[in-house]
Every structure is written in C-alpha cells, then in structure tokens.
C-alpha cells in the first residue's frame, strides 16, 4: 500500500485493525511510469489553475510509489506513543511502545524493543525474535504456489493503491495558499476541499468525500513533505459499523534522507470513535522515527551503513 494511501485512510485502518497509521507496506514491484512534470508557472496574482494542480497531484501520486520502492532500503526506529482521553479529552492514561522497523523477504516487520521506554524483558524480548524468525523461516519454506500467489496479491495491491492515489486527484478542489519552509526546505501549501459530484472509480476512494485536508508539497522534489487531514463527517465502515465522528484528525510529516528518499518523521492521530454502536474510543496516539540506516540485503538483512537526516 502507498503512502499516500495509508496516510488518507489511516484513520480508518487505525480503528478498524488497531494497527498503527505507519505499518506494513506491500513489497516493491516495478516502478511506475512517472507522470509529465507539471508547468507550475503561476498566474499574475501567484495562483496556480486547476489544471496546473490536478497534475501536480498526479506527479505526487507517481513519485509517492517510487519513493515507496527505496525507503526499503532503511531501516528506523520508531515510538508509538498512545493516549486514553476522556469525555473532555482529557488523558487518562499513556502507554509506550518502541520498535526497530526493518524488511525481512520483501516484508517490512516491526520488533519490539521497549516499552515505557525502558527495555523488554527477557522473556518479552525473545518472544519478538521468536516472531521475526518465524517471518524468516515461513519465508524460506515457502512452496512455490505460495510464493506465487502471494506475488500475485502483491501486484493486485499495488494496482488498487495506485489507482487509489490517482483517485485522490479527482476527489478534491485544491488551492495553492501559500509557501514556507518545512525541515528547512521550501513548500507549497495547499488546501484541498472534498469536490460537489465526485464519482469515486475505486471502492476506498469512496471515503475520500468525508475528509479534507492541508498539504505541504516539496518544491524541488514534488514530494508530499507535510500532511494535515481532518473528518468533516460521521464515517461508518466495518463489519460490525464503527463510526469515525467528525473532528477525528491525522497530522504527519516526512523528511528527506541521504539526499535520496523520504521516510516518516512524525504521526499525530487524534480520533473519537464508537464501535457496534456501543463502545466509545478516544485516543490520540503519536508516533516519532529517528535513527535511519540504510542496509543491504539479499534475502535478509546483513548489515547496516549509518546515515545522516537531511
């Protein structure tokens, strides 16, 4: 799954899986074919047409799948930090979770390593590298019609999550508001509000209608560098109806890296939420990455080379 699509649905995924908006990404295909760069000349009073901005959305589509092909290339660290709130938002308890991200066969796994910021304890700690080499061991022993149609699945997701990114061109009205800095380098800022008779082509992008959101484009590398997406509407879904409510927001932001790729910096998720029309959930959960390296690898991993954040 893109990470553009992962970030637009996450509130959803987050309540309906109890997965973090950061997770599994499906493994690499082949690269797609990159989009005509756009002309962002603008107008005479600075605006960009709406023209101009449907196909800087498309170019941002096409460069969140390739980036998504090197960030396999890195390992991370990452900090989930949960929040229990009350009926006035207030938080009632807080819960800690770190984990070293890496890919193990194409499958980007999770390892737990501490918890309340302190480490696991040994029985916890072997639980987890018992978990990352059953990865490897069901991965080594895989027959070959596993093997294929698990590949064929991959391919199958990759299309919808491509399809999916290009939805979200047709889905909004969006206006360049402005530029300013974001980790030091220059970005667009653009609205995007849900667009009147929007006729979703894919089953997810039927969501999309129920959010608008705040963009921060990077101007050299057309990237998606900031994100800020707010529920504008009650949103039900589920086997057994959950309903987001209205004012459910996620904010995230990403950084350049070793002058090659973008990988997450920052996820803020604030949600309200109530399942089978029973159970009311509000959380706000934040995660944080640092420490990225870049390894090589065959069919696991065999190394790591240190790297500085740009």
Do not use: C
């Not at 396999?72 to 990452?78: A, D, G, K, L, V």
């Not at 929007?198 to 608008?212: G, I, N, Q, S």
């Not at 509000?282 to 090589?296: C, G, M, P, S, V």
């Amino acid at each position: 799954m893109s990470l553009m699509k992962t970030l637009v649905l996450g509130l959803l995924f987050l309540v309906a899986t109890g997965l973090p908006v950061w997770g599994h990404q499906d493994a690499p295909g082949p690269a797609p074919v990159a989009a005509t760069p756009p002309d962002l000349t603008p107008d005479g009073n600075g605006r960009l047409s709406e023209e101009q901005m449907q196909q800087l959305f498309r170019v941002v589509a096409d460069k969140d799948e390739e980036n998504d092909r090197r960030l396999r290339n890195y390992t991370f660290i990452e900090r989930d930090e949960d929040h229990k709130l009350d009926g006035d938002g207030q938080t009632k308890s807080t819960e800690s979770k770190t984990y070293e991200v890496m890919e193990i066969y194409g499958e980007q796994v999770r390892r737990q390593i501490e918890k309340d910021d302190k480490p696991l304890s040994e029985k916890d700690a072997a639980k987890e590298e018992e978990k990352i080499q059953k990865i490897i061991d069901k991965r080594k022993g895989e027959s070959e019609g596993d093997r294929r149609k698990r590949e064929e699945k991959e391919v199958k997701d990759r299309e919808e999550g491509r399809k999916f990114v290009h939805e979200v061109a047709d889905a909004y009205n969006f206006t360049l508001v402005g530029s300013e800095p974001v980790g030091g380098r220059d970005a667009w800022i653009i609205d995007g509000e849900p667009r009147p008779g929007f006729v979703p082509k894919v089953k997810d992008a039927k969501y999309l209608p129920k959010f608008r959101g705040r963009v921060w484009i990077d101007k050299s590398d057309l990237q998606l560098a900031k994100m800020d997406i707010e529920a504008i509407d009650t949103v039900a879904f589920g086997l057994f109806i959950a309903r987001l409510h209205k004012g459910s927001r996620i904010l995230f932001e990403q950084t350049r890296v070793n002058d090659e790729v973008w990988l997450p910096l920052h996820v803020a998720v604030k949600i309200d939420v109530r399942l089978a029309l029973l159970k009311e959930i509000r959380e706000a959960e934040e995660q944080t990455f640092r420490d990225y390296k870049k390894f090589r690898a065959s069919a696991k991993i065999v190394g790591y080379g240190e790297v500085k954040e740009k």
